[in-house]
Protein backbone atom coordinates (compact mmCIF):
# COMPACT_ATOMS: atom_id res chain seq x y z
CA UNK A 1 0.00 0.00 0.00
CA UNK A 2 1.44 3.55 -0.74
CA UNK A 3 2.02 5.86 2.21
CA UNK A 4 -0.67 7.95 3.71
CA UNK A 5 1.48 11.07 2.51
CA UNK A 6 3.84 12.00 0.64
CA UNK A 7 7.67 10.58 1.39
CA UNK A 8 10.59 12.14 0.85
CA UNK A 9 13.16 9.79 -0.79
CA UNK A 10 16.56 9.79 -1.89
CA UNK A 11 18.98 7.03 -2.96
CA UNK A 12 22.09 6.94 -4.21
CA UNK A 13 24.08 4.14 -6.38
CA UNK A 14 28.45 4.16 -6.77
CA UNK A 15 29.64 3.10 -9.66
CA UNK A 16 33.04 1.43 -10.63
CA UNK A 17 33.77 0.62 -14.14
CA UNK A 18 30.21 -0.83 -14.72
CA UNK A 19 28.21 1.46 -17.29
CA UNK A 20 26.00 -0.72 -18.65
CA UNK A 21 24.64 -2.68 -15.15
CA UNK A 22 24.58 1.04 -13.45
CA UNK A 23 22.34 2.72 -16.42
CA UNK A 24 20.19 -0.80 -16.59
CA UNK A 25 19.55 0.23 -12.41
CA UNK A 26 19.15 3.72 -13.03
CA UNK A 27 16.30 3.21 -15.92
CA UNK A 28 14.76 0.51 -13.39
CA UNK A 29 14.34 2.75 -10.57
CA UNK A 30 13.41 5.35 -12.72
CA UNK A 31 10.52 3.47 -14.74
CA UNK A 32 9.71 2.03 -11.08
CA UNK A 33 9.42 4.98 -8.84
CA UNK A 34 7.16 8.27 -10.09
CA UNK A 35 7.04 11.19 -8.21
CA UNK A 36 9.69 12.62 -5.67
CA UNK A 37 13.16 11.23 -5.71
CA UNK A 38 16.28 12.45 -5.71
CA UNK A 39 18.61 9.65 -7.36
CA UNK A 40 22.26 9.96 -7.16
CA UNK A 41 24.77 8.77 -9.21
CA UNK A 42 28.46 8.61 -7.64
CA UNK A 43 31.39 7.32 -10.09
CA UNK A 44 34.13 6.16 -7.96
CA UNK A 45 37.06 7.52 -10.07
CA UNK A 46 36.27 4.50 -12.69
CA UNK A 47 39.67 4.22 -14.67
CA UNK A 48 37.35 3.31 -18.01
CA UNK A 49 35.68 6.27 -18.32
CA UNK A 50 32.63 5.35 -16.82
CA UNK A 51 32.37 8.62 -14.78
CA UNK A 52 32.08 10.77 -18.16
CA UNK A 53 29.64 8.27 -19.82
CA UNK A 54 27.11 8.37 -16.95
CA UNK A 55 27.69 12.24 -17.67
CA UNK A 56 27.09 12.24 -20.63
CA UNK A 57 24.06 10.40 -20.70
CA UNK A 58 20.81 11.31 -21.37
CA UNK A 59 18.43 9.77 -18.74
CA UNK A 60 15.72 11.92 -19.50
CA UNK A 61 14.95 12.96 -15.97
CA UNK A 62 15.61 15.44 -13.64
CA UNK A 63 15.59 13.91 -10.75
CA UNK A 64 18.96 12.35 -11.85
CA UNK A 65 21.89 13.60 -10.69
CA UNK A 66 25.37 12.42 -11.87
CA UNK A 67 28.57 13.23 -9.54
CA UNK A 68 31.77 12.21 -10.56
CA UNK A 69 34.50 12.13 -7.88
CA UNK A 70 38.51 12.71 -8.73
CA UNK A 71 40.09 9.97 -6.79
CA UNK A 72 38.04 6.46 -5.53
CA UNK A 73 36.44 6.86 -2.30
CA UNK A 74 35.67 3.16 -1.78
CA UNK A 75 32.02 1.77 -1.54
CA UNK A 76 31.19 3.55 2.10
CA UNK A 77 33.19 6.97 0.84
CA UNK A 78 31.50 6.93 -2.49
CA UNK A 79 28.02 6.75 -0.59
CA UNK A 80 29.36 9.47 1.82
CA UNK A 81 29.93 12.07 -0.48
CA UNK A 82 26.51 12.63 -0.82
CA UNK A 83 25.13 13.17 2.61
CA UNK A 84 25.40 16.64 2.82
CA UNK A 85 23.37 17.02 -0.34
CA UNK A 86 20.21 15.19 1.55
CA UNK A 87 16.85 16.46 1.95
CA UNK A 88 14.95 13.22 2.50
CA UNK A 89 12.93 11.99 4.75
CA UNK A 90 14.42 8.33 4.00
CA UNK A 91 17.53 7.25 1.95
CA UNK A 92 18.82 4.04 -0.37
CA UNK A 93 21.68 2.90 -0.66
CA UNK A 94 22.03 0.53 -3.71
CA UNK A 95 24.14 -1.42 -5.51
CA UNK A 96 24.52 -1.14 -9.16
CA UNK A 97 23.41 -4.44 -9.94
CA UNK A 98 19.96 -3.98 -8.28
CA UNK A 99 16.73 -3.99 -10.29
CA UNK A 100 13.34 -2.64 -9.11
CA UNK A 101 9.96 -3.77 -10.45
CA UNK A 102 7.59 -2.08 -8.56
CA UNK A 103 7.71 1.06 -6.44
CA UNK A 104 9.22 -0.13 -3.90
CA UNK A 105 11.29 2.89 -3.03
CA UNK A 106 8.28 4.51 -1.64
CA UNK A 107 6.15 2.22 -0.28
CA UNK A 108 9.43 0.58 1.95
CA UNK A 109 10.18 4.11 2.74
CA UNK A 110 6.42 4.46 4.08
CA UNK A 111 6.50 1.31 5.69
CA UNK A 112 9.58 2.85 7.61
CA UNK A 113 8.41 5.61 8.89
CA UNK A 114 5.10 3.95 10.28
CA UNK A 115 7.19 2.02 12.60
CA UNK A 116 8.78 4.55 14.76
CA UNK A 117 11.44 2.16 16.14
CA UNK A 118 12.83 0.84 12.93
CA UNK A 119 16.09 2.58 11.81
CA UNK A 120 16.91 0.94 8.74
CA UNK A 121 15.42 -1.96 6.71
CA UNK A 122 15.98 -3.95 3.53
CA UNK A 123 13.81 -6.20 1.61
CA UNK A 124 13.75 -9.69 0.06
CA UNK A 125 16.24 -9.92 -2.47
CA UNK A 126 16.17 -12.39 -5.68
CA UNK A 127 18.75 -13.74 -7.82
CA UNK A 128 17.73 -12.66 -11.38
CA UNK A 129 16.47 -16.19 -12.45
CA UNK A 130 14.33 -16.13 -9.26
CA UNK A 131 16.24 -17.53 -6.82
CA UNK A 132 15.71 -16.72 -3.27
CA UNK A 133 19.03 -14.61 -1.74
CA UNK A 134 19.90 -15.52 1.95
CA UNK A 135 21.46 -12.51 2.71
CA UNK A 136 19.97 -11.27 6.21
CA UNK A 137 22.09 -12.07 8.75
CA UNK A 138 23.12 -12.26 12.59
CA UNK A 139 25.81 -10.38 14.23
CA UNK A 140 29.18 -11.76 12.58
CA UNK A 141 31.70 -13.67 14.54
CA UNK A 142 35.43 -15.16 13.11
CA UNK A 143 33.86 -18.43 12.66
CA UNK A 144 30.71 -17.41 10.64
CA UNK A 145 32.48 -15.47 8.02
CA UNK A 146 35.60 -18.12 7.72
CA UNK A 147 32.30 -21.12 7.71
CA UNK A 148 30.97 -18.79 5.21
CA UNK A 149 33.80 -19.24 2.08
CA UNK A 150 34.09 -22.69 2.58
CA UNK A 151 30.04 -23.56 3.08
CA UNK A 152 29.80 -23.55 -1.14
CA UNK A 153 32.06 -25.82 -1.26
CA UNK A 154 30.87 -28.34 1.39
CA UNK A 155 27.10 -28.87 1.80
CA UNK A 156 26.29 -30.52 4.68
CA UNK A 157 29.05 -30.39 6.08
CA UNK A 158 29.79 -28.00 9.72
CA UNK A 159 30.60 -25.26 7.62
CA UNK A 160 27.34 -25.23 5.55
CA UNK A 161 25.54 -25.72 8.91
CA UNK A 162 27.42 -22.74 10.92
CA UNK A 163 26.53 -20.76 7.26
CA UNK A 164 22.77 -21.44 7.67
CA UNK A 165 22.21 -19.92 10.84
CA UNK A 166 24.25 -17.12 10.06
CA UNK A 167 22.32 -16.38 7.50
CA UNK A 168 19.13 -16.75 9.59
CA UNK A 169 18.07 -19.83 6.87
CA UNK A 170 17.13 -21.58 10.22
CA UNK A 171 14.47 -18.91 11.34
CA UNK A 172 11.23 -18.04 9.86
CA UNK A 173 12.05 -15.17 7.19
CA UNK A 174 8.57 -14.80 5.28
CA UNK A 175 7.21 -12.43 7.94
CA UNK A 176 8.90 -8.83 8.94
CA UNK A 177 11.38 -9.66 11.99
CA UNK A 178 14.42 -7.99 13.06
CA UNK A 179 18.31 -8.92 11.63
CA UNK A 180 21.74 -7.63 13.00
CA UNK A 181 23.62 -7.31 9.32
CA UNK A 182 21.99 -5.36 7.04
CA UNK A 183 23.43 -6.09 2.98
CA UNK A 184 24.68 -3.08 1.58
CA UNK A 185 23.01 -4.29 -1.50
CA UNK A 186 20.49 -2.05 -0.62
CA UNK A 187 19.50 -0.50 2.61
CA UNK A 188 16.88 1.85 3.72
CA UNK A 189 18.05 4.19 6.41
CA UNK A 190 16.27 7.20 8.10
CA UNK A 191 17.94 10.33 6.63
CA UNK A 192 18.40 11.26 9.76
CA UNK A 193 19.64 8.42 11.76
CA UNK A 194 22.24 8.21 8.59
CA UNK A 195 23.36 11.85 9.24
CA UNK A 196 23.39 11.51 12.71
CA UNK A 197 26.03 8.69 12.88
CA UNK A 198 27.72 10.19 10.28
CA UNK A 199 27.30 7.22 7.35
CA UNK A 200 29.66 4.76 6.85
CA UNK A 201 33.01 4.69 8.20
CA UNK A 202 35.53 5.52 5.47
CA UNK A 203 38.49 3.72 6.92
CA UNK A 204 36.70 0.19 5.52
CA UNK A 205 37.61 0.87 1.77
CA UNK A 206 35.31 -2.39 0.73
CA UNK A 207 34.22 -4.85 2.17
CA UNK A 208 32.33 -5.29 6.34
CA UNK A 209 31.63 -1.88 6.21
CA UNK A 210 27.96 -2.66 5.97
CA UNK A 211 28.20 -4.80 8.62
CA UNK A 212 29.74 -1.89 10.98
CA UNK A 213 27.06 0.35 9.30
CA UNK A 214 24.65 -1.78 10.99
CA UNK A 215 25.86 -1.84 13.95
CA UNK A 216 26.37 2.29 14.41
CA UNK A 217 22.48 2.19 12.96
CA UNK A 218 20.87 -0.61 16.14
CA UNK A 219 22.48 2.27 18.64
CA UNK A 220 19.63 4.70 17.02
CA UNK A 221 16.72 1.63 16.59
CA UNK A 222 16.31 -0.94 15.32
CA UNK A 223 17.18 -3.02 11.72
CA UNK A 224 14.39 -5.23 10.09
CA UNK A 225 14.16 -7.57 7.14
CA UNK A 226 11.09 -6.51 5.18
CA UNK A 227 10.11 -9.21 2.93
CA UNK A 228 7.26 -8.02 1.48
CA UNK A 229 8.86 -6.14 -0.43
CA UNK A 230 11.20 -7.57 -3.00
CA UNK A 231 13.58 -6.91 -5.59
CA UNK A 232 16.38 -8.22 -8.15
CA UNK A 233 20.14 -8.31 -7.09
CA UNK A 234 22.97 -9.53 -9.62
CA UNK A 235 25.33 -10.47 -6.76
CA UNK A 236 28.96 -10.80 -8.02
CA UNK A 237 30.46 -12.55 -5.24
CA UNK A 238 33.85 -12.44 -5.77
CA UNK A 239 36.78 -12.52 -3.29
CA UNK A 240 37.78 -16.14 -3.44
CA UNK A 241 38.41 -15.76 -6.18
CA UNK A 242 40.75 -12.61 -6.76
CA UNK A 243 43.17 -12.49 -4.21
CA UNK A 244 43.33 -8.87 -4.17
CA UNK A 245 39.97 -8.81 -3.05
CA UNK A 246 40.28 -11.10 -0.34
CA UNK A 247 43.51 -10.15 1.42
CA UNK A 248 41.10 -6.74 1.23
CA UNK A 249 38.28 -8.29 2.70
CA UNK A 250 40.18 -10.09 5.50
CA UNK A 251 41.94 -6.93 6.72
CA UNK A 252 38.48 -4.99 6.90
CA UNK A 253 36.91 -8.45 8.89
CA UNK A 254 40.08 -7.29 11.34
CA UNK A 255 39.35 -3.54 11.42
CA UNK A 256 35.00 -5.07 12.20
CA UNK A 257 36.27 -7.63 15.10
CA UNK A 258 38.60 -4.89 16.62
CA UNK A 259 36.23 -2.38 16.63
CA UNK A 260 32.88 -3.90 17.50
CA UNK A 261 34.41 -7.86 19.24
CA UNK A 262 34.07 -11.10 18.11
CA UNK A 263 30.89 -11.97 20.21
CA UNK A 264 27.61 -13.23 19.35
CA UNK A 265 24.86 -11.07 18.74
CA UNK A 266 21.67 -10.94 20.42
CA UNK A 267 19.47 -13.11 17.78
Known amino acids: MPPSSPVLISACIVSYCDYEEVCAAVRSILQHTPGQLDLYVVDNASPDGCGARLAGTDFADGRVQVICLPRNLGFGGGHNSVLPRLESQVHFILNPD ?12 GWLLDHPDIAM ?71 EVLRQIGGFDESYFMYVE ?23 HAWHRAPMRDAGKFKMQLASMMRYFKKWGAGKGNL
Not at 154 to 177: A, C, I, N, W
Not at 213 to 226: H, I, P
Request: hydrophobic fraction near 40%.
Open 121 to 191: ATPQLYFPDGRIQHLPRRKPTPWALFARQLAPKLPGSVFDKTDRHYTMQDEDLTKPRPIEFCTGSFMAVRT
Open 210 to 232: DADLTQKVLRCGRVYLAPQFQAV
Open 98 to 109: ILVQDDILHDLA
